[in-house]
């Protein structure tokens, strides 16, 4: 069980906070913790969409692309964060695909003007630098990835994540390690793919089925039998903050790599997931579609350090997680408010998950 009161009065920045896991932890933090929220992101298509999540909510927010060196330097000096939670990134595989150059623009030079900034400044800094299971070097041959797996992510979206890492590895190695310049204490965490309400993303499976549904479409199913580790979103936030708790328990700065996936190997396939999604929307009609697609087929991911290290586990298996996330779409779609729908559904996670000592507003 951990106790995040030592984030009373902390100044915590999230990049990206208008995103689908920001919109949950900003929720989340405001109910584990007394800190100053302050979000960071670009009036892009994630703005509009994100208003109704922070009903209610005590977040200051500052709207620009990181990938401006000189913005997020103002922004750091001006704010000096306790930590900083690095979510901002364009996220999307496909997107990356057709528009590398943003992505690696946001993703690699974004993670570099962060950690040069907050490095620069003479105070101990947390920093969470969220990447993704993409990281690795994948073989396709099922072994789940463990944190001493190789790096090396090919389509344009998995390279600027193992790049961000590598930056992440390099500042830390030169500024904090070797020449103590820097007080930056780093966690990179390696998220496999995450599932919950609230999402609108596109080209991701459970807001395309959500989307055809809505519109009376026909879901075409790219890569139905691509394997990856399926968590509730709940759950890899939880992780974020077990890894917050434990390299906050050091004195000295540390830097230390950790997966963030279910506990079990479950092999869910993108057709699974449409499977199950007919028991909350029978209507769902999809066609395989098998278009070439530059993306991996198999990822398993091997989570145990984090869970050993930090005491960290999932509420969620990954069908459990699946139905969660069904039903807060059913809800929506039959006239629930979305921020009250996360709400509720934060509160009773905290309620049923025991690991965190005390929630200030449930
Ligand atoms: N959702 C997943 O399944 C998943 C899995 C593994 C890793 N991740 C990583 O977790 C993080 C958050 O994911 P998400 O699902 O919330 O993504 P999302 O796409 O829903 O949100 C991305 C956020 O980043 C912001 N952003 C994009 N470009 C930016 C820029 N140049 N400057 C500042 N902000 C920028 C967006 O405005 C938005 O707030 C990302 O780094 C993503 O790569 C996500």
Redesign the pocket.
């Known amino acids: 069980m951990i106790d995040l009161s030592f984030l009373d009065n902390k100044i915590i920045l999230i990049?990206?906070?208008?995103?689908?896991?920001?919109r949950w932890l900003v929720r989340l933090l405001d109910k584990l913790c007394n800190a100053k929220l302050m979000g960071?992101?670009?009036k892009?298509i994630?703005?509009q969409e994100s208003r109704v999540f922070f009903e209610n909510i005590d977040i200051d927010e500052i709207f620009f692309?990181?990938?401006d060196f000189k913005k997020v330097d103002d922004l750091i000096r001006k704010v000096s964060p306790d930590v900083i939670i690095h979510?901002?990134?364009?996220?999307?595989v496909n997107d990356a695909i057709t528009n590398p150059l943003k992505t690696f623009?946001?993703?690699i030079l974004?993670t570099a003007n962060i950690l040069s900034a907050s490095g620069s400044l003479d105070k101990k800094i947390m920093f969470l630098n969220?990447?993704?299971?993409?990281v690795y070097k994948n073989s396709e041959n099922l072994d789940p990835f463990t944190e001493s797996s190789e790096l090396g992510g090919l389509d344009p979206y998995s390279c600027s994540?193992s790049c961000a890492e590598l930056i992440s590895h390099s500042f830390f190695d030169t500024y904090v390690n070797k020449l103590k310049l820097s007080k930056l204490s780093i966690a990179n965490l390696r998220?496999?793919?995450?599932i919950g309400g609230g999402?609108f993303?596109l080209n991701?499976i459970i807001p395309d089925i959500h989307r055809t549904i809505k519109l009376g479409e026909k879901l075409q199913l790219r890569m139905p039998y691509a394997i990856r580790p399926w968590q509730h979103v709940l759950d890899c936030l939880s992780g974020y903050l077990h890894a917050l708790n434990y390299i906050a328990s050091f004195e000295e700065c540390v830097s230390i790599d950790f997966n963030v996936g279910p506990q079990n190997f479950e092999k869910v396939t993108v057709l699974d997931i449409c499977e199950h999604a007919k028991k909350w929307f029978p209507m769902l009609i999809y066609e395989l579609n098998s278009a070439v697609v530059a993306e991996s087929e198999f990822l398993l991911l091997d989570s145990k350090l984090l869970s050993e290290t930090t005491g960290w586990s999932p509420l969620y298996n990954t069908h459990e997680a699946i139905d969660q996330t069904f039903k807060w779409y059913h809800s929506f779609e039959n006239g629930h408010d979305a921020s009250a729908l996360i709400n509720k559904e934060v509160t009773d996670y905290l309620t049923n998950n025991r690991s965190f000592k005390k929630a200030v507003t449930i």
């Not at 990049?15 to 920001?22: A, C, R, S, Y």
């Not at 979510?87 to 999307?92: E, H, N, T």
């Not at 969220?130 to 993409?134: G, R």
């Open positions: 990049t990206g906070h208008t995103g689908f896991k920001g960071v992101a670009p892009d994630f703005f692309d990181i990938s979510l901002g990134a364009q996220s999307l623009s946001s993703n974004g969220i990447t993704s299971d993409k994540k998220a496999g793919n995450v999402d993303g991701r």
